[in-house]
């Protein structure tokens, strides 16, 4: 096996399994982190059901399902990033890295444009508009905005950590023998596709 | 494969296993989509969170790679997410018998 003769040769310490477990403990912090986010939506939507639906109406599903298969797509990028620098083609690596950072913007500019479609209604937390409404719809458009907002900021610090991972894979710091960074790296990244996963059909699919 | 060293073991998973899942994922979200569009009642939440659920079992066994993992990430797993259901779980009791 490769791995193993790099490992005798280079003598360098290596526990990728390890630093495997250790990105998994940092998610589930991360799933607990929305988790008590997804736990405040349930708890107020059951209690505010009709309104919940009623505000949902206001949001873009022909977007929301766009953005859904641009992360999704991201997400098949970022893996085939992996499958490509174990087989030692960088190039091509590189070339799947970049398409995800490209895809990880697409989604930003589609948001940034439903945020500045809803702020142009004068709807967002706290406006005079959205605190004229019902409770139901103010917690619906309160959890919608932290929420998503939350998830767009961790959208934001992947493309950060892709653009690290790109340099590193560029400056053969990550190679077909050493690329935990890379699947680390990549598992963050699947866990925000993951919460966008449950994010979409929680806010824009009820009808 | 060969015996508990902590290097990386080899999976010769092509691209094309990939690109299946993802097709997958995409036929699933636009199953979602549609049958959002009609009116199930009751039941339309629980549909659209089992397919949410096999979504992310998709994305967590292939692209997060937990199928060909070993055993101990998998039990990981299970503890953070019964962790959460626990929590979910003992919190609607709160919500629903107050």
């Known amino acids: 096996m490769s791995q193993s003769d790099s490992a005798a040769i280079g003598h360098v310490h290596r526990d990728d399994i390890g630093a495997k477990m250790g990105m998994w403990v940092f998610l589930f912090t991360e799933v607990l982190l929305f988790g008590g986010m997804f736990l405040v939506y349930a708890v107020y939507r059951f209690q505010h059901p009709e309104l919940f639906k009623l505000a ?81 719809e103010i917690l619906f458009f309160g959890l919608y905005f932290i929420m998503t907002g939350l998830h767009a900021l961790h959208v934001i610090i992947g493309v950060i950590i892709i653009l690290f991972l790109y340099v590193f894979v560029k400056r053969g710091k990550v190679t077909h023998d050493n690329y935990v960074k890379l699947e680390n790296g990549g598992l963050y990244w699947h866990l925000v596709d993951l919460i966008w996963i449950f994010l979409f059909p929680l806010f824009y699919l009820i009808h | 494969m060969e015996q508990g060293n902590t290097e990386h073991k080899e999976h010769s998973h092509g691209y094309g296993l990939y690109v299946l899942v993802w097709l997958g994922l995409i036929a699933l979200t636009s199953i979602t989509v549609t049958v959002a569009g009609v009116d199930f009642g009751n039941i339309a939440l629980p549909i659209a969170l089992f397919i949410a659920a096999i979504k992310s079992g998709l994305v967590i066994n292939y692209f997060m790679h937990i199928k060909f993992e070993e055993p101990i990430f998998k039990v990981f797993l299970l503890l953070s997410g019964m962790t959460l259901l626990v929590i979910f779980i003992l919190t609607f009791f709160d919500v629903f018998y107050r």
Request: glycine share 6%; hydrophobic share 50%; aromatic share 14%.
């Open chain 1, 56 to 136: 949902a109406f206001e949001l873009n599903t022909a977007l929301g399902t766009f953005n859904t298969i641009v992360l999704l797509t991201s997400s098949l990028t970022m893996v085939l990033a992996i499958v490509a620098i174990q087989k030692n083609k960088k190039k091509l690596s590189l070339f799947y890295l970049a398409s995800t950072v490209g895809f990880a913007l697409v989604f930003m500019a589609v948001k940034y444009f439903e945020w500045t479609a809803k702020f142009s209604h004068g709807i967002y937390p706290g406006s005079d508009e959205l605190l004229s409404r019902q409770n139901g």
